[in-house]
């Protein structure tokens, strides 16, 4: 047994290579698969000094697959000098994956810099990259709230939708507004993204808003039994009254009603010494 084990410990040994011959691989092979590993295991090991190999490799390398793993690597390494080189892989590069993993990247390196090649890359013609942009620009947090309210004026649906999720991930109260006028958008699935993130934000600004949307027998019933969701998340007491009332008024509890209830109950937990003054939302 311990004669096994040391004859796959020197095996395994044999086969990790330093790190010369890594950047030697990532540069100098012929094959695909031994460069893509090379970008990969350099990505793992964090030596900084991999960064500018591997940008080279980035702007230089014909392998999509190759590229891929070195975006991938750039953001493990979290080095900003690779930042510029990330983007322009966004911007530019025609493989769908590296666009994607690029912006992977610059999610997980941050800053000011990546913010708008993010936004941008919302309207990118391949949807993965869209949802993936999204995703990163919630990573880096607040000081893309800005920018992605902007983008909820684009023309294209995707991008309004991916810009409404976003924004409610991102927790910042400035959006409230510009989500509100959002659930008045041609598409249902903006809406439905937006009440959603109204409940994410919990802000009672939202509330008038939301009890209007629940209580639009022509609205689509998602977007209602989301609007009554997010107000049992915002747990503001002036929506018992309206939620007290839809429940009441139905003969049967279909799935707007049934959220409701929920959310009435989870209100009337939440605010039960103010139940007796409670108001309904104007």
């Known amino acids: 047994m311990m004669a096994s084990t040391l004859t796959a410990l020197k095996s395994k040994s044999a086969n ?35 960064v500018t190999p591997l940008i080279h490799a980035l702007k230089h390398d014909k392998n999509g697959s190759v590229r891929l793993y070195v975006a991938r690597a750039l953001g493990e390494l979290g080095d900003v000098s690779a930042t510029s080189h990330l983007i322009e892989s966004l911007r530019e590069d025609r493989n769908v994956d590296v666009r994607v993993r690029a912006a992977r990247a610059l999610g997980r390196l941050g800053g000011q810099e990546v913010v708008m090649p993010l936004v941008e890359a919302l309207s990118d013609e391949n949807p993965q990259v869209c949802v993936t942009s999204a995703d990163a620009l919630i990573e880096i947090g607040r000081i893309a709230a800005a920018p992605l309210i902007e983008s909820l004026k684009s023309e294209r649906v995707n991008v309004r939708c991916d810009a409404t999720r976003a924004l409610g991930e991102l927790g910042d109260t400035i959006a409230v507004m510009p989500l509100v006028e959002m659930l008045s958008d041609e598409w249902v699935n903006v809406r439905i993204y937006a009440v959603q993130s109204l409940g994410k ?38 929506a018992l009254v309206p939620l007290r009332a839809l429940i009441m008024g139905s003969e049967v509890l279909g799935e707007v009603e049934d959220m409701a209830l929920k959310s009435y109950k989870i209100i009337m937990a939440a605010n039960w010494k103010q139940v007796p003054t409670a108001k309904a939302a104007k």
């Not at 092979?29 to 090379?38: F, I, L």
């Not at 802000?203 to 639009?216: F, I, K, N, S």
């Open 16 to 50: 990790v290579k330093s790190f010369d011959q890594l950047v030697f691989d990532l540069e100098n092979s012929t094959s695909e698969k031994v460069r893509y590993n090379a970008a990969r295991v350099l990505g793992e090991l964090g030596d900084s000094a991999a």
């Open 201 to 238: 934000l919990g802000c009672g600004d939202a509330v008038p808003a939301l009890v209007a949307t629940l209580e639009d027998t022509d609205e689509n019933i998602l977007v209602r039994s989301g609007a009554a969701s997010a107000l049992g998340q915002i747990k503001d007491a002036r």
